[in-house]
């Protein structure tokens, strides 16, 4: 399998970029938000608890992120692979991704991280709330979920570092030029 982690911060991209990864190598987009956002639409149980964290810009707690995860692997191991997009977000969810791919005789290939300065990351949040209708692009809501981020979520950063798995990629530009440059880095990878 070829496994990717997409990482940033709300607003980087990760969303627009892991479709296009998607699409190119054939791997199954994994997104999290996209996930709890269609239970809460549904209004399941798992929907109700998701929101509860969402609408406040906290993350949704590690043992139901992980849970979810496990079976999304479980049921997609027929898959070339999977882009993962918003997960993990915390080192638990780090080291429970590596033991489930692990399990499974697989890894993670690389983790690509957007680098977006935090102005850019606000304002194209705010943009972005006037037609998402997302509960957490607001003004309030998006500095809460920015220092959510670089508290709890910008440490993965490290634990991928250690491991020599860590691509850094400008996020700032056109979707084309950043996309280029993600290709560049998987084609090196892949070609070895
Ligand atoms: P981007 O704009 O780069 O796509 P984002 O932060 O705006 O990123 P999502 O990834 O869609 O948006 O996540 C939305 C919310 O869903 C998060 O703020 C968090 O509350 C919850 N969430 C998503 N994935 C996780 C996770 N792995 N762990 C905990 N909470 C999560
Ligand atoms: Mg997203």
Request: glycine share 10%; proline share 3%.
């Amino acid at each position: 399998m070829l496994n990717i982690v997409i990482f940033g911060a709300p607003g980087s991209g990760k969303g627009t970029q892991s479709e296009l990864i998607a699409k190119r190598y054939g791997l199954k987009h994994v997104s999290t938000g996209e996930l709890l956002r269609a239970e809460i639409k549904a209004e399941t149980e798992l929907g109700k608890i998701a929101d509860s964290f969402i609408s406040h810009g906290n993350l949704v707690p590690d043992e139901i992120m992980i849970e979810m995860l496990e079976d999304l692997i479980k049921k997609n191991l027929d898959q070339k692979g999977f882009i993962f997009d918003g997960f993990p977000r915390t080192l638990p969810q780090s080291m429970a991704l590596d033991e489930k791919l692990g399990k499974n005789g697989s890894g993670i290939a690389t983790v690509i991280s957007l680098e977006v300065g935090e102005e850019e990351l606000i304002e194209r949040l705010l943009k972005r709330g006037k037609i998402s209708g997302r509960s957490d692009d607001n003004r309030q809501t998006i500095e809460f979920r920015l220092q959510v981020y670089y508290q709890q979520t910008e440490p993965v950063k490290e634990y991928y570092a250690k491991q020599n798995k860590l691509t850094y990629i400008q996020g700032k530009g056109s979707i084309d030029d950043i996309f280029k440059s993600i290709e560049e880095a998987i084609n090196n990878l892949t070609d070895g």
